[in-house]
Every structure is written in C-alpha cells, then in structure tokens.
C-alpha cells in the first residue's frame, strides 16, 4: 500500500453537533470536515465553549453529530470500530477512587476480555515504562495530580490504541506537571505508532505540536500550513 492510500484515523464530513433545541440550542461545531492521518500530532485550541472539547468527542465516538458523519476508515474491523484503538485522557479526575494504581491501569484491558493476570503485567509495564510503577498499590488519594494524571496516560498506553486522544490534560496541573504530561504524551504516542490529537488552550502546549487547529465559536477558523499538508 502507498502512503496515498494510507486511510484516515478520523474523517469527519460536514459534521455539525446542537445541544438543546429552540432558543436555548447550542451549536458547538459547524459544518466540520477534517481527517486524522496515521502518525499525526495536533493541537485544537481556542478559547474556553469554543467547541475543542466537543470536536475531541465527536472524533473519539463519545458525542454523536447532528448533521453530518464520523467515521473511522483505519480503525474499522468489518462494520465495526474498534473502541479500545482509541486512547483517552481527560482533564479531570479519571482514575477510580476505590482501586488501586495498578488496578486502574489494568482495568480496560480485563473489561476488553483480557485474563487479570496478563492485564496486571501489562498495566505493570505500562507503570514502568513512565517510571510509575513503585506507585502501583497506592489509591488514586495518595499521589498527586501530576502523577494521578500521569497514570491515566500509562492506562492508555497499556491498552496500546493507534489514536491517542486528550481533551485539556494540562488543564488542572502546574506549569512543570503540566510539562512533563506533555512530554509523556508525545513519548508514548512515539513509541506507539500513535496519532496524538490535544485539545488544549495553552499555548505552550500548542507548540509542542506542528499541526494546529484554531476552533472559534465552533468554526475551525485557521490552521497552519502544516495542517494543511497534513489534514
């Protein structure tokens, strides 16, 4: 196969998403038509309600469009995506209070019909590859943001997806924690083979990355020229 006919992680057509109806509707992306190449690395920024976030999770199948199509030409099985190819990292707390690190690495991976035992050594490597691991027994409670944030990317890593995925990962943490999760999210995306799509309204994240995409009021105002190449 030649790259020209390497197909998208993402193709998304004319995509539009409303919440609420009348009045009170809310359009949150226009009229979207954008692909995710294999490999790529984006930044979607703009500011906060400009849509970044409901692009991210009409792109990872969490939000379905209201007029348009998503789709997943190289992540697609027979007529069914495959869910786990897709790796996802929120701003917010992720990790299940009651189990432990290393269950909450482990956890996607048994629900995907993995043995325990293989999905703890996985969920072991994945800790140990982000040099996590002599936190895998403690509570979500016990470590810090940075490091809770850090696990939730170690969980996406152990399932090994080909499109990794984080909506505002940064937001929350300080400038140096904030950092380092970048820099883990770039590594493992490297060593995956990964696409790596951040949704993000800091900017010194969006340099870190050579395509970006500039959402305003649910328009994808600009790009780079990058992007242009790219998308």
């Not at 609420?20 to 226009?30: D, I, L, M, N, Q």
């Not at 996985?122 to 850090?150: F, M, N, T, V």
């Not at 300080?174 to 490297?190: F, K, P, T």
């Amino acid at each position: 196969m030649s790259d020209g006919d390497v197909l998208p992680l993402v193709q998304a057509d004319d995509v539009s998403k409303t919440f609420g109806s009348g009045e009170r509707a809310v359009v949150a992306v226009h009229d979207l038509t954008r692909t995710v190449a294999p490999g790529s690395r984006i930044a979607v920024t703009g500011p906060s309600g400009s849509g970044k976030s409901t692009l991210v999770h009409l792109f990872a199948g969490l939000e379905t469009p209201t007029t348009g199509t998503v789709s997943w030409p190289g992540l697609t099985t027979g007529q069914d995506r495959s869910a786990h190819q897709i790796g996802l990292v929120f701003q917010g707390p992720s990790l299940l209070p009651p189990l432990t690190v290393l269950e909450n690495v482990a956890l996607p991976l048994v629900l995907q019909g993995m043995a325990e035992a293989e999905a703890q050594q996985r969920g072991h490597d994945a800790l140990r590859e982000l040099d996590l691991d002599p936190l895998a027994a403690k509570l979500p409670e016990e470590i810090s943001g940075g490091q809770a944030q850090r696990v939730a990317i170690a969980r996406v890593l152990a399932t090994k997806p080909r499109l990794i995925m984080a909506d505002e990962p940064t937001g929350q943490l300080d400038h140096a924690s904030a950092e380092h999760v970048v820099d883990v999210l770039i590594d493992a995306a490297d060593r995956l083979g990964a696409a790596l799509v951040i949704a993000t309204h800091d900017l010194l994240v969006v340099q870190r990355l050579p395509i970006r995409w500039l959402v305003r009021d649910g328009n994808v105002l600009t790009m780079s020229p990058a992007a242009r190449a790219g998308s």
